[in-house]
């Protein structure tokens, strides 16, 4: 089992459509069910016309049903009916999880489904914890706040995505030429890589880009 990208929902499809292949630079695929999906160079983003609905999409070789973990939904396909990468200098780098229970996170992910947890660290100047599971070259990353609440009860929430792109300036300035909201570059918390905000034309989602330095 491995974590191949996300399913966003949506209540207008066919704008969500255009701005998402203006945001990544590739065109979708149409599905026998309705939704759309853009393979990119690592992950993959399926929309769907529920506004509603956001999800985690794995492969496996034994797929189940769609489920709800902790949460979040939970979509898995057939390993064999995956699209191969394609050529685009954009891929998913990680995808982020809001939790108010760290510890239950590692219990499912790592102890019980086998993904590699490569960080767990608190940050007090931050007030979050964050942990980094692995999975399919891509980061799944839970943040949680620090201290830690009283009541863990209120379930995690796919919060948002971060692309990893090449040639973040001349990306921000086509998305900007395009009426794109765009932040002003900075640095990232990564050591090493410089970092836009996208806030419009991600159909509500919380969107990161993220370009390593040389």
Partial sequence: MRLAGVC?????????????????GVAPAARSDGTLRFTLGRGSVDLGPDPTFRALRF??????????????????????DESPPVDTEVAIDHVVVHTTDPDGA?????????????LDREFPARHLRLLFF????ITLEYASPLPAPGDRTGGDRLHGISYRVTDLPARRERLLAAGVDVSELRPGMRAGTTVATVRSGTAGV?????????
Wanted: charged share 20%.
């Fill in 8 to 24: 966003l929902g949506t209540a207008d499809l066919a704008a969500a459509r255009r701005a998402y292949e203006l945001l990544l």
């Fill in 59 to 80: 492969v496996a070789e034994n797929p189940a049903s769609p489920t709800t973990v902790r949460g979040v939904p939970i979509v898995t396909g057939a390993e064999g």
């Fill in 106 to 118: 590692i219990a499912w992910w790592r102890d019980r489904v086998g993904l590699r947890l490569a």
């Fill in 134 to 137: 692995r999975s399919g070259g």
């Fill in 206 to 214: 919380p969107t990161l880009l993220l370009q390593v330095d040389e």
